[in-house]
């Protein structure tokens, strides 16, 4: 059995906990509370030096980092559909996991975590300019397609939900985004979706 260590609120262990389900793969969940420091125990540096959420053990190793738990699972438990094994189709995908990881981690992900979690916020007073930039490479991006990086969702749509859904918790408006506002429904209607807080 897999178990991830999870904390409720937290966007990365949302992408996780978002394909899990999608796959339909069983995971015990272990809470690991960020405003206790709980994610800096000996107990959890064990686990992951980085001293973070999310982390999946699957039993000889703990995976940690999103993008690389999305993979894992994807190659493991959803097959070249979700995480292509040709090599150009893969690179793309991994450019826009990248993207969530760099772009949309400083820009709207940071806004929320400025506005509820500030001991967290890494971006400070560039926190607007690099949402700003984000929301429009996604945008452009989305414009006239209907997934991220292929023509079919993959790992990268999965990466890049919980930032883009949760703009409206940093303040941050996407009324005049009318790609990312339709893929966001879209995602929405993926067998297995839940949404952050089930
Ligand atoms: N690159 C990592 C970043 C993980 C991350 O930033 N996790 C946050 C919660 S969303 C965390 O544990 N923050 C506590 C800290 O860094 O001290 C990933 O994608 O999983």
Known sequence: ??????????????KVRLLLS?????????????????HRSPQMLGKNPFGQ????DIGPMVL???????????????????????ADDEAVV??????????LRLGPYEARLK???????????????NTARALALFESRLAGREWLALDHPTVAD???FPSLAHCGDGDVDLSGHQAIQA????????????????
């Not at 993979?71 to 292509?84: F, K, S, T, Y």
């Not at 991994?94 to 772009?103: K, Q, V």
């Not at 893929?183 to 089930?198: K, S």
Request: contains cysteine; proline residues 6%.
């Open 22 to 38: 999608m796959l339909q793969v069983p995971c015990a969940r272990q809470p690991v509370d960020l405003r206790k420091g709980e």
């Open 1 to 14: 059995m897999l178990t991830l260590y999870d904390s409720r609120l937290s966007l990365n262990c949302y």
């Open 94 to 103: 991994n450019g826009w996991l990248h993207a969530t990881a760099f772009e």
């Open 158 to 160: 999965i990466a890049a």
């Open 53 to 56: 959420v999310p982390a999946l």
């Open 183 to 198: 893929w966001l429904q879209r995602v929405r209607g993926l067998p297995g979706f839940v949404e952050l807080v089930d």
């Open 64 to 86: 940690r980092d999103s993008s690389a738990i999305l993979v894992w699972l994807a190659r493991r438990h959803g097959g070249e559909r979700w995480m292509p094994v040709d």
């Open 115 to 129: 506005k509820h979690f500030p001991s967290l916020c890494v971006a400070g007073d560039a926190v607007a300019t």
